[in-house]
């Protein structure tokens, strides 16, 4: 079946309003500290698809000041109020809004991290949502993509790692799995690649996640 956004925004609005967003739950934590470690210290960071704020509060850990966008509007409002009880106030902030018309201004953000929200854009938003980005950015920043890898064997009843396309619609969720070659693809004219891999979380049903960082030239 085919998934549009608003069915998507849908779906993830329900599973965060019942708590059955599991994907929560997934401790990627390390190996995302490897990378997140090479944002820019002290830097404006905008971390797309901040969810309940997992990794926003992370980097703001690191010394980073940290925007986080969704589109979901009582997650802000949740969010916002952890800032407060958690002591972070003047570190984090979340406001809701699409990653497809970001809420700022051009060149605002030292840094964009994106933990598996990419992935769940449909590939004829693909550029819409690298100008989003591009335009944000300021000349230098960088940006983390951490999404679900073809490396990955089995996904449900899918297999991405024998797929042409890498792509999944099921339940009206549309899931995209990423070789490093589409990434350069998508964003290669306009980024440099700093650091990439991939990883395979045995205890994420043998998932495997592609992690890229990227330079805006």
């Given at each position: 079946?085919?998934?549009?956004?608003?069915?998507?925004?849908?779906?993830?609005?329900?599973?965060?309003?019942?708590?059955?967003?599991?994907?929560?739950?997934?401790?990627?934590?390390?190996?995302?500290?490897?990378?997140?470690?090479?944002?820019?210290?002290?830097?404006?960071?905008?971390?797309?698809?901040?969810?309940?704020?997992?990794?926003?509060?992370?980097?703001?850990?690191?010394?980073?000041?940290?925007?986080?966008?969704?589109?979901?509007?009582?997650?802000?409002?949740?969010?916002?109020?952890?800032?407060?009880?958690?002591?972070?106030?003047?570190?984090?902030?979340?406001?809701?809004?699409?990653?497809?018309?970001?809420?700022?201004q051009e060149n605002t953000v030292?840094?964009?991290?994106?933990?598996?929200?990419?992935q769940h854009i449909h590939p004829?938003?693909?550029?819409?949502?690298?100008?989003?980005?591009?335009?944000?950015?300021?000349?230098?920043?960088?940006?983390?993509?951490?999404?679900?890898?073809?490396?990955?064997?089995?996904?449900?009843?899918?297999?991405?790692?024998?797929?042409?396309?890498?792509?999944?619609?099921?339940?009206?969720?549309?899931?995209?799995?990423?070789?490093?070659?589409?990434?350069?693809?998508?964003?290669?004219?306009?980024?440099?690649?700093?650091?990439?891999?991939?990883?395979?979380?045995?205890?994420?049903?043998?998932?495997?996640?592609?992690?890229?960082?990227?330079?805006?030239?």
């Amino acid at each position: 079946m085919n998934s549009d956004r608003q069915t998507q925004k849908e779906y993830f609005k329900q599973a965060y309003k019942t708590g059955t967003d599991i994907w929560s739950e997934n401790n990627y934590t390390q190996e995302i500290l490897s990378f997140a470690r090479l944002l820019p210290h002290k830097g404006t960071v905008l971390d797309l698809g901040s969810g309940r704020g997992h990794f926003s509060f992370l980097m703001a850990d690191l010394g980073m000041k940290v925007i986080g966008l969704d589109y979901i509007e009582d997650l802000k409002n949740h969010n916002n109020e952890n800032v407060k009880t958690r002591g972070y106030v003047g570190s984090v902030a979340f406001m809701a809004g699409d990653v497809l018309d970001i809420p700022l201004q051009e060149n605002t953000v030292d840094a964009v991290t994106d933990f598996g929200t990419f992935q769940h854009i449909h590939p004829k938003d693909w550029e819409k949502y690298e100008m989003e980005v591009s335009r944000v950015l300021k000349p230098n920043g960088v940006l983390l993509l951490v999404e679900l890898s073809r490396k990955t064997e089995q996904f449900l009843n899918f297999k991405p790692n024998e797929s042409e396309t890498g792509n999944l619609d099921t339940y009206g969720q549309h899931y995209h799995f990423f070789d490093q070659k589409e990434i350069q693809e998508i964003f290669g004219q306009g980024y440099e690649t700093i650091k990439s891999k991939t990883h395979t979380f045995h205890e994420m049903n043998n998932l495997t996640y592609l992690f890229t960082l990227l330079k805006k030239k």
